[in-house]
């Protein structure tokens, strides 16, 4: 069976600092997979989507980055982080085409002071 | 562009009640349309999903949805509703793009 995986679960970062969140999918091959973050109150808003190794779509501009450098490994990075980057970051997994269910992650609570 | 509409934010209702969450979508063909339920701190996880056929679908946890073609809604429904169901949900269409579209989300309050 399949398992998404999201490290840290919880985040505590001071501005200006950088940020690594990595998401790791077991179980399946050529996922497509999103980043998503939850400001709080709010609902989804896509970040990024990758669709194959080195293939990285940005859905908003910001001070965020994303990287893909193994088929089943997604990387939600930035250089430096701002107070309005707090929020719930949630990564998902699909196959095939957007017709498919997305499989979430269990999110990762990141709070910038 | 494709949009999700979920036009409750809260809804209340007593354990053992019933329950009905309201999703319109905008697509001109006929869409894939998912309901997911998120617990506080917590991903999502998928209720139940309509591609075709048969328009009412049945789900986990005991939820159902129906499909109405000709008022663009999918709305979420349950006969009784345990405190354990206090959540947020939020419905999702997918026009056949990599990218789904999701609503805002409705959070759902069970009283004791």
């Known amino acids: 069976s399949q398992t998404i995986h999201q490290w840290p679960a919880t985040l505590v970062q001071p501005v200006g600092s950088p940020l690594s969140l990595e998401c790791t999918v077991e179980?399946?091959?050529?996922?497509?997979l999103y980043w998503y973050r939850q400001a709080a109150g709010r609902g989804l808003q896509l970040l990024f989507y990758s669709v194959g190794i080195g293939q990285i779509s940005s859905e908003v501009p910001q001070n965020l980055s994303a990287s893909r450098p193994q088929d089943r490994q997604f990387i939600l990075s930035s250089k430096k982080l701002l107070l309005s980057d707090s929020g719930f970051y949630l990564c998902?997994?699909?196959?095939?085409?957007?017709?498919?269910?997305?499989?979430f992650g269990p999110g990762t609570r990141l709070t910038v002071l | 562009a494709q949009s999700v509409t979920q036009p409750d934010i809260h809804i209340t209702v007593s354990e053992g009640a019933s329950l009905e969450l309201r999703c319109n979508y905008s697509?001109?063909?006929?869409?894939?349309l998912f309901w997911y339920v998120q617990s506080p701190g917590q991903g999502l996880q998928l209720l139940l999903k309509?591609?075709?056929?048969?328009?009412l679908v049945q789900g986990i946890k005991g939820f159902e949805a129906e499909f109405k073609r000709s008022q663009s809604s999918f709305n979420l429904r349950k006969p009784s509703v345990h405190w354990s169901d206090a959540a947020e949900y939020f419905c999702a269409q997918s026009g056949g793009s990599y990218i789904p579209t999701f609503g805002r989300g409705t959070s759902l309050i069970v009283h004791p």
């Open positions: 697509y001109g063909a006929t869409p894939y």
């Open positions: 309509y591609f075709s056929g048969d328009t």
């Open positions: 998902a997994w699909a196959s095939g085409t957007g017709v498919d269910t997305q499989y």
């Open positions: 179980g399946t091959s050529n996922p497509n």
